[in-house]
């Protein structure tokens, strides 16, 4: 590539992030409304019902609408309509224009999400409409925690959330996107602002079926719309023939069970619409994007439907609705749904034939009108769910968010309790000690004592996601999504600050400040947490963003002796120089730094007194998650290469294969006790960058039959569970994890005297040697002598020391067990 092309290459990658930096530092328009549905979709659902309304109030005639579309030449009827309006304009969604209006409108109005880069500025007024009260789980409610991430994002920094009904509000908002006990917006609990174009049915249906002809559907004058409208069963969005393929077949079949004077017409998802549109066999049946589902509804006379929340808007109308469910048991059973068959409005179907059967017995009524069935079921749904649709629900939301009528109507908020928030930041997830020990903590905080909620740095990898799933569900994720905001000429200063730390040369600390900030908002909206803990401890993008956070107290936490991991070398190099010489930069601007043992906590008090007051220095061990070792540790060995018949025999270590640990020492160790026990086997459990070199010294000393590697596990347990000691040769470690987890195993231990090995070896247990081969050879042979004191290990009683703990240090709270 020559220099020119990746110059302009890198000039037209910079423009965009320039531009909606520049617009984010431009007056907020307080007169201007953006609009957007289904990330561009069209002039659709609530958005659409609020803009008409906006449109026609007297009071609000100063406003400005844009509305952002995706393919504006998909939306013509749209764009006829409202061309020639003089408050109205259109901006393509994603393009410059639309990022404009995205950072500088007054008002932004979404039935979905806005995309990664959004940041509310101060003086926006978000409202975020949903797009429906759900029948099937979602979210944490359907075990999809990370998909929901830009979501529950855009809802924190929501002023305003619509809910059709106190159902709606639960189950949605409080539980499946989590925002209970952190939601600091109102509700505006007033229906569903849809529903108004569908009001009054008698004078929307006959315009409604014209519009249906124009657009070709061959719907003769006195037909029963029969309207199939499922949802999404595609395993992917970005597949959406998984739908398309059935999907004809079916409305062909449902067609032909019905007698004379029905007309089955299909409205599908937005991502299916995009496929079948363009599809022949579809143009007399498929439903436009264009046409507004509710102006369909108003003359629809029976709704066919499944698991799709248009049934619920479908209510307020008072006529029938069959559910089709042939995938029922499946769909219940993977996906979930929130109400049970008896209280579903109206007959379900498993089989196509079951279905016209239930359609021709609606039609028994006077006049061949049809008649809701089910209707007890049906009133009470009614009742429950669409009980405010009345035709005037966006004028209500009108005078709530841009009449300040809030008192008038019905506007609640989330629910709230007493426990203290916690946001712990935890890296990106990567399968090592300092991750281990932030599982085992969260798994053992108490749910009802604490509301957890974790960021960390989401890669789309297998090994990420393994480790996500076994974070509780009680705790609250935020995987990020996007990047900051800024404009390269300011990222100088990001980068400036990330390497040397505050006192980086030409530091402008005001303007990083600001990026930082800007990023929090992006991150968390209007979310205010207790206490924020950077767990990490290493990144020092994330601890000077944690700064930002308005919280009661700041934490991070010190994993190792910091000093001592700042001077670490790696092939000549020292990874960690840079990024903990601006985290250690930051330390006097904590409330708390938070070693992992109480002697380390000395070390680092010594080591760093320059950076942080003495009594910022505190300490919290780490605790151990014994029942799920020692199940763990029940499981069969699969592979031990080369170690079969070593019974009582193995050494195992276990840790990262980097220079802090000393494998070198280990194995040279390890050469002189196999010298005298050619019986005995070392088993290398992890992997890291000197894997080669150490693999290469291992076949220089011959003992390659008598030493394995086994790379990461992810049951290192069952391993540990079959050997003589667990030996660690490291020049300095925090609180070994690991060495605890040996001593729920009863596994005696061997290691080397680095400064805070006491804090997980007390005195009388195991042997702690000099750091030298010599050392540790002598420590091994007293592990096959059986010498190594090993007594019992109270993991419970350490775990409940290190909860309280915990509790003292980070929330303020004593005597923490009081009223266990």
Known sequence: MSPVTLALRRVAKAWPIEWRAYWRTRPVQPDTVLYEAYSGSGVLCNPEAIFRALLADPEQQHLNHVWAVSHPRAHREALRELAAHPRVRFVRHGSLAYHRVLATAGYLINNATFPAEFAKRPGQVYVNTWHGTPLKRMGYDALDRVGTRNIIRNLASADFVLSGSRFMTEQLYESAFRLHN????????????????????????????????????????????????????????????????????????????????????????????????????????????????????????????????????????????????????????????????????????????????????????????????????????????????????????????????????????????????????????????????????????????????????????????????????????????????????????????????????????SVAQRMFQEEWRRCFGEIRFDHIIDFSGYAPVWAYLSLQGPAKSHSIWLHSDMRSDQAREVGGARPHAENLGAVTSLYGSFDHLVSVSELLNEVNRRNLSGMAAPEKFTWVPNVIDADRIRRLASEAVEDRPGLAGAQDRIFVSVGRLSPEKNHVRLIRAFQQVHQDHPEARLLIVGDGPLRAQLAALVDELGLSSSVAFTGRVDNPYAMMHTACALIVSSDYEGHSVVTLEARVLDLPVVSTDYPSVRGVLPEGVGVVVPPSADGVAEGMRRALEGTVPHPSFDADQHNSDALDRFRTVICGVTEARKHD
């Open 182 to 509: 952190v939601f600091e917006g109102q509700v505006i609990e007033e229906g569903t602002p849809r529903t108004d174009l569908q009001e009054p049915a008698e004078a929307v249906a006959p315009s409604a079926r014209r519009e249906l002809r124009d657009a070709g559907l061959d719907l003769a004058e006195g037909e029963h719309v029969v309207l199939y409208a499922p949802t999404w069963h595609g395993e992917s969005f970005l597949r959406p023939q998984d739908d398309v393929a059935s999907l004809r077949r079916r409305v062909q079949e449902i067609q032909a069970g019905l007698p004379p004077g029905h007309r089955v017409l299909l409205k599908v998802h937005q991502q299916v619409h995009r496929h079948a549109a363009g599809l022949a066999g579809f143009r007399d049946v498929l439903v436009p994007n264009d046409i507004p589902t509710n102006r369909v509804l108003a003359c629809t006379d029976v709704l066919v439907t499944d698991y799709s929340s248009i049934f619920f808007d479908f209510l307020s109308t008072g006529r029938p609705i069959v559910f089709h469910t042939p995938d029922l048991d499946d769909y219940t059973e993977g996906r979930g749904l929130y109400l049970p068959l008896e209280e579903w409005p109206g007959p379900v179907t498993r089989s196509t034939r079951e279905l016209t059967e239930a359609i021709r017995l609606l039609g028994s009524g006077e006049g061949n009108d049809p008649q809701v069935t089910h209707a007890s079921a049906y009133h009470k749904a009614a009742e429950r769910f669409a009980s405010r649709d009345d035709g005037r629900v966006s004028e209500r939301v009108v005078d709530v968010v841009f009449g300040g009528g809030a008192a008038r109507h019905h506007v609640t908020r989330i629910r709230h309790d007493s426990r203290p928030k916690i946001l712990m930041y935890l890296g990106g997830l990567r399968p090592n000690g300092i991750t281990a020990s932030a599982v085992n903590l969260l798994r053992l905080l108490d749910p009802e004592r604490v509301d957890v909620s974790v960021f960390y740095s989401h890669q789309p990898t297998a090994e990420q996601r393994q480790t996500a799933e076994l974070l509780p569900m009680s705790v609250r994720l935020f995987p990020s999504v996007g990047s900051m905001t800024s404009s390269k000429r300011d990222r100088r200063h990001r980068v400036s600050l990330l390497r040397r730390g505050i006192q980086a040369p030409g530091l402008d600390l």
